[in-house]
């Protein structure tokens, strides 16, 4: 309750500090504190009490002497009634109106009053151990005529004064003033030494424990005698000896003040703390224990402040849009900010605490930071994620660039490793928080790690890459040629893929071997990785091999084809009658054999010479000469070759065996059409010759020429199939021939003719020394052999029916 007048009256701003009844106004006295701001004084600030019997003036004193408004007993009412009666009730507390430092005074209920019985001491007591615990100064206002008396109004309030005092255990130093009320005539000088022998005797006379038996008055009190004239009958002179006591209260706290010598003061903030507790010890009838207490007023104050601290800070905005930037985003300067935020909560604390016990605040100061620290921890730790997550792509960016500059992976993976790692140490000394000890090493190591699993990464990446496209340029450079060779394949086939796959793997390695200078890999990496390169272009080779020797039989065939159906100049072959077809189909499976041994077996090692190819032409292609039915003693009857391991075996000698039997099923078709192709021009013309009735000299010449021909093939018919087919598909032909017959019986005659001249004389032969000597031979031969070849058809014409008795040797 502030009062409600104006001026000085209204800066007291009094509250009722405890009722009649004992019941503190904690309320009040938190309003009380506000309003006179008395947190903030920190120790500068005095408590005032006043003691003293019941309507002794003591109000009147207090309002005039601070400037207060408590209540006074309305003078002429008392009188009237001359009864006097209770004024204040309780304990009452104001501030001492214009008095530096701030100055607190509390007005208590009168002592020896009627209104709580003779015998009802205890209110008194408890006023008088709170006023004492709580002040600086204690008043104690006496009636002047009371001095030296043996039943005084003030002794029994001395008593207790003392008494009580005992209870404090180490009590506070408290300047007493005995304020000689109603002066008379009796100078100060004479009365102070009589009081003070009053005061001495009293404290001698009151039961001390032990540790204070001998401890002197003085320990405990300063004492300060006043006399002060009535102020009914002597106002004037009143006011004025009050106003020169009023001075007296100015800066009494400081040193030589009245209160110079005060110990152990609560500090402001803590005052409405301690003064509930101090009477709530004192209700309870309690020792009270005011070091004890300190302590405890300095833990709870001190716990307040730093809960107090610690709320502000997490609510403050400053904080909240720190935190929610660093969810998202590094900040600039984060330690530099918080260590700052959390500078200002440490010392707003140390502020407010700075008067409570050194022990208590620096405990309750541990707990805010450990709290706070733990508050700010997660976003130190983010701040570090971001930080270590930025530095990452930093060097991934410069590890990249720098590769693409082409300085060696070694190098550039170890600068740009140091460069961002030193960047990163930087970053970490400016999210550094002054009042924490963290530090980044455990986020610097994971950095470190990510950092080289990344190098390594990469490292193997660009290793397979290299190696990936070394192999490519193998196949591309091996493929190709070793199909060819491998198509074309003779004696020399093997010993030109080794050389080929030596000449392109030496280069690939010596090529490789310098790209990889860069990564500086140990010897024995390096070995491997240049050994993988090998073995894989031998890969090549094989695969390529393998993957020919599975269509073996297809290039055979086309082999065998070409071959039998090429002259030696590569012209297609146009079966006249005279070719050997018997050598030829020879040649060309002799060739398609070779092909056949050389894709047998893998030879890039230029291992001994196997006799894979031996051992083939002796059991295939030869095999007619020597005992067709056995095969006890086949060397094809085997999955082996002899002196090949079987990872070099390609197509074993049974699978040549039996593809062979394939191959020679699958050309026999080709060198049967040849045959066909000769018998029919001779089939053809023995047809004509029947149809046109004069079938006989046809007969023999169509014999003669058909037999001429088989002397150098075979002596085969074609088979029935065959020329039921020239029957049937030929019909139309036949029948239109046969509607105009003398034209194409001309032509046929004259081809039949000239044939059979051909064969006779061997033209081919005669002109293979030269025109000129052919020429001359055969105009020799020209008449005896057309006159013999009548002969012969004559003969034949008359004996058609056995031609193995009259078939001509081969000349
Ligand atoms: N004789 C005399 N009377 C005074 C003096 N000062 C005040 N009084 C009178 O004493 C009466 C009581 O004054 P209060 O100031 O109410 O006294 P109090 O000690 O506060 O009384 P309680 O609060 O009831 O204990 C009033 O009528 C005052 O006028 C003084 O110096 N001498
Ligand atoms: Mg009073």
């Not at 959390?342 to 604390?349: A, D, H, Q």
């Not at 240049?530 to 297809?554: C, H, M, P, T």
């Not at 002899?642 to 039997?661: E, M």
């Not at 009735?693 to 058909?706: D, E, M, N, T, W």
């Amino acid at each position: 309750m502030c009062c409600p007048f104006s001026g000085d009256k209204a800066e007291c701003c009094s509250t009722h500090l405890i009722d009649g009844d004992g019941t503190f106004n904690a309320a009040g006295l938190d309003g009380f504190m506000k309003a006179v701001k008395l947190a903030e004084c920190g120790l500068s600030y005095a408590v005032v009490s006043i003691m003293g019997p019941q309507s002794s003036g003591k109000s009147t004193l207090l309002n005039h002497l601070f400037h207060t408004n408590f209540k006074e007993m309305d003078a002429f009412k008392g009188r009237q009634v001359s009864i006097l009666s209770q004024t204040t009730k309780g304990i009452w507390m104001a501030r001492c109106a214009g008095i530096e430092p701030c100055t607190i005074v509390m007005d208590l209920e009168g002592t020896d009053g009627r209104e709580r019985g003779e015998d009802d001491t205890a209110f008194e007591k408890q006023s008088a151990l709170f006023a004492l615990a709580v002040s600086d100064i204690v008043l104690i206002n006496m009636w002047c005529h009371d001095i030296g008396r043996e039943h005084a109004a003030n002794k029994p309030l001395l008593k207790t004064v003392f008494e009580v005092m005992m209870r404090l255990f180490s009590p506070r130093k408290t300047t007493l003033i005995f304020v000689i009320r109603d002066k008379t005539r009796t100078p100060l000088e004479n009365l102070e030494p009589v009081l003070r022998e009053d005061i001495q005797k009293i404290w001698d006379s009151v039961p001390k424990p032990e540790a204070h038996k001998q401890t002197p008055l003085s320990t405990f009190f300063n004492i300060e005698v006043v006399a002060l004239s009535s102020f009914e009958e002597k106002e004037e002179q009143f006011k004025e000896q009050v106003a020169n006591l009023r001075q007296r209260f100015y800066h009494s706290i400081a040193p030589g003040g009245l209160a110079g010598d005060r110990q152990g003061v609560v500090p402001a903030s803590g005052f409405s703390f301690s003064a509930q507790q101090i009477w709530k010890v004192i209700k309870e009838n309690r020792d009270l224990d005011l070091p004890a207490h300190k302590v405890m007023v300095a833990t709870v104050r001190c716990e307040e402040i730093a809960n107090e601290k610690y709320s502000a800070f997490v609510s403050n905005k400053e904080w909240c849009a720190l935190e929610e930037a660093v969810k998202s985003q590094l900040v600039p300067d984060f330690g530099k900010k918080l260590s700052s935020m959390l500078e200002t909560c440490f010392s707003g604390y140390d502020d407010e605490t700075t008067f409570f016990e050194e022990g208590v605040r620096m405990a309750k100061r541990k707990q805010m930071e450990e709290k706070l620290l733990l508050l700010v921890q997660p976003a130190y730790q983010s701040t570090l994620e971001h930080m270590s997550s930025e530095t990452l792509e930093k060097f991934n960016k410069a590890f990249e660039s720098a590769l693409s500059e082409g300085q060696g992976f070694a190098i550039a993976s170890r600068n740009c490793k140091t460069s961002v790692m030193k960047l990163f140490d930087e970053q970490c000394k400016g999210a550094i928080i002054k009042q924490s000890e963290w530090d980044s090493s455990k986020v610097r190591d994971k950095l470190s790690q990510d950092i080289d699993a990344h190098i390594a990464d990469v490292r193997n990446a660009k290793l397979s890459a290299l190696s990936s496209q070394y192999e490519s340029q193998l196949k591309e450079l091996l493929n190709g040629p070793v199909e060819a060779l491998l198509q074309a394949a003779n004696d020399e086939t093997w010993p030109a893929i080794r050389k080929l796959f030596k000449r392109e793997t030496d280069a690939a390695v010596s090529e490789c071997s310098s790209a990889l200078s860069g990564f500086e890999m140990s010897e024995d990496s390096k070995k491997d990785f240049l050994s993988k390169l090998r073995s894989q272009a031998r890969d090549i080779v094989e695969n390529k091999a393998k993957e020919e020797a599975g269509r073996v039989l297809s290039l055979m065939k086309e082999r065998f084809t070409t071959i039998f159906n090429h002259d030696n100049d590569q012209m297609p072959r146009v079966w006249t009658g005279k070719e050997d077809i018997r050598a030829i189909t020879k040649t060309a499976r002799s060739s398609s054999l070779k092909l056949l041994s050389v894709m047998a077996a893998i030879r890039l090692d230029g291992d001994a010479a196997d006799r894979i190819a031996e051992t083939l032409v002796l059991t295939l292609l030869d095999a007619k000469k020597g005992d067709k039915g056995s095969t006890a003693n086949d060397p094809l009857a085997s999955s082996t070759w002899d002196k090949v391991p079987a990872s070099r075996t390609l197509i074993t000698p049974v699978q040549c065996k039996s593809l062979w039997g394939q191959f020679q099923r699958e050309t026999e078709y080709t060198v049967t059409q040849a045959i066909t192709a000769q018998a029919c021009l001779i089939f053809m013309l023995f047809f004509l010759i029947a149809s046109l009735g004069s079938f006989q000299p046809f007969i023999q010449l169509f014999k003669f020429v058909h037999l001429e021909a088989n002397k150098r093939s075979t002596n085969w018919l074609p088979p029935p199939w065959a020329i039921m087919a020239l029957f049937i598909l030929g019909f139309n032909e036949f029948m239109t021939l046969l509607r105009n017959p003398l034209y194409m019986i001309l032509i046929f005659v004259t081809f039949l003719l000239l044939k059979a001249l051909w064969v006779q004389l061997d033209i081919g032969a005669e002109f293979r020394h030269g025109f000129l000597p052919g020429i001359l031979s055969l105009s020799a031969k020209f008449l005896p052999t057309v006159l013999n070849l009548m002969r012969k058809l004559s003969e034949q014409g008359q004996t058609p029916n056995n031609p193995r008795v009259e078939r001509p040797h081969e000349s």
